[in-house]
């Protein structure tokens, strides 16, 4: 899986870039008949099997990846500059031309595949500010800043357990980042 650092690498400034978000994507690898009998769940006295990989099992990250992975080294060698982490793809271009160009080469290839791209929330109208993995990209500025959003919510959340440190949930403490949000500053520049 790549993660935010590649992304980083994969930047120029001033690019233009592009997500493409896979619908349901887990759902797209099936299941061999033989190990389906260990998919299977019980529910008001029916029971499911899945026939396709199931979100939430650990292994599918893992095989998820592996398939994508000729895919994307198909996209690197038309020269397509993209990263993926899992379902969530980025793609970066020197021009606005150009990144339409191999967003729509990209797209054709995953849907001749059988891939389903979910057009609501994906980005495919090329852009120098972006959204992706939880940070908001700005190849302008070359900086990888948390959303508005995102720094409200931390800061409502520690507020909340400063407050009232001792009738807090553990969920609610373990939801915070400490130690990522100690590593960075609010803005990242590389």
């Not at 349901?24 to 026939?51: C, G």
């Not at 994906?122 to 190849?139: A, I, N, W, Y």
Request: overall charge positive; hydrophobic content about 40%; proline content about 5%.
């Amino acid at each position: 899986m790549e993660t935010i650092r590649e992304v980083a690498h994969l930047l120029r400034k001033i690019d233009y870039l592009v997500s493409i978000d896979l619908s349901d994507a887990f759902l797209h690898i099936p299941v061999h008949p033989n190990s389906r009998k260990f998919l299977r769940f019980k529910w008001k006295s029916q029971v499911y099997q899945y026939t396709t990989t199931p979100f939430g099992l650990a292994s599918v990250l893992y095989l998820f990846t592996k398939i994508c992975q000729p895919i994307l080294e198909w996209a690197r060698t038309q020269g397509i500059r993209v990263s993926a982490y899992l379902d969530d793809w980025i793609l970066a271009a020197e021009s606005k031309k150009l990144a339409l160009q191999h967003t729509n080469m990209l797209v054709q290839q995953l849907q001749q595949l059988g891939w389903v791209v979910n057009t609501k929330k994906s980005v495919l109208s090329p852009t120098r500010k972006l959204e992706h993995l939880g940070f908001c990209l700005d190849t302008t500025t070359m900086t990888a800043s948390l959303p508005a959003k995102k720094i409200r919510d931390l800061r409502r959340s520690i507020k909340q357990i400063i407050s009232k440190p001792h009738s807090q949930t553990p969920r609610l403490i373990h939801s915070l980042p400490i130690t990522f949000l100690l590593q960075i500053s609010q803005v990242q520049t590389w």
